[in-house]
């Protein structure tokens, strides 16, 4: 059971440059949609989110864009920094996050930003 | 920054074993989970718990897990007979419903 994947298991960017990590989901009741960090030996960390009415999120250095009809998000770091190094979790909500902390979770990316 | 707080950071026991796995999470939050990372796989979600009860539980939380909160501080995750596949990162997690889930730095179960 997929229901969300990031079919790239790793990214390599240099420092600098936009880091572009990708999710694709299968179903269509998901209204809202996070990235978390996860750095080793650490829990995942909230990064930032999107509810489905929207297609555009930004927080800093971090955009998160959402394609429903593709049903696809891309999460965007601008610029990457060597601390961005870390695996990024892409996740999905059923129940309208305000209510629940159930989260489908995707495989995950490593990035590793270079200096 | 609030902080879910999980002991121990590793767990070591035989097979058949009971083990109890214990967290403290945010102190005004309401909400609190289990999830659990089998090495190279996905995080996935296990249970639920609000109100003192379990509100979700997923289809790998059999009768073998169990949770508890028994002092309104902490929240254990009890696997009754430890199998070698139960081997996992555990995370306990907690909401406070403001979108943002809290999770703790896991436990590494490893089951001989």
């Known amino acids: 059971d997929q229901q969300v994947k990031q079919n790239s298991p790793s990214l390599s960017v240099q420092e600098g440059r936009i880091s572009i990590l990708n999710c694709d989901y299968t179903?269509?009741?998901?209204?809202?949609f996070l990235w978390y960090k996860k750095y080793p030996a650490e829990g995942p960390t909230f990064l930032i989110s999107i509810s489905s009415i929207k297609d555009k999120n930004e927080d800093g250095r971090f955009t998160v864009f959402l394609n429903k009809s593709a049903k696809h998000l891309s999460l965007h770091i601008v610029p990457s920094q060597p601390g961005d190094s870390a695996v990024y979790f892409c996740?999905?909500?059923?129940?309208?996050?305000?209510?629940?902390?159930?989260?489908?979770f995707g495989q995950g990316t490593t990035l590793q930003v270079k200096p | 920054e609030p902080e879910v707080t999980q002991t121990p950071s590793h767990q070591v026991t035989q097979m058949g074993q009971e083990v109890i796995l214990r967290c403290v999470p945010i102190?005004?939050?309401?909400?609190f989970y289990w999830y659990r990372q089998i090495l190279g796989q996905k995080v996935e979600f296990l249970v639920s718990?609000?109100?003192?009860?379990?509100?979700?539980k997923s289809e790998i939380f059999d009768d073998q897990f169990s949770v508890e909160r028994p002092d309104g501080s902490n929240f254990t995750l009890k696997i009754r007979s430890t199998k070698l596949e139960d081997s996992a990162m555990y995370f306990c997690?907690?909401?406070?419903?403001?979108?943002?889930?809290?999770f703790g730095s896991g436990t590494q179960l490893s089951v001989l």
């Open positions: 102190s005004n939050h309401l909400y």
């Open positions: 179903n269509s009741m998901f209204d809202y």
């Open positions: 996740a999905a909500s059923l129940d309208g996050s305000s209510n629940t902390g159930k989260l489908i």
């Open positions: 718990f609000y109100n003192n009860e379990i509100s979700e």
């Open positions: 997690a907690s909401f406070g419903g403001d979108e943002k889930l809290f």
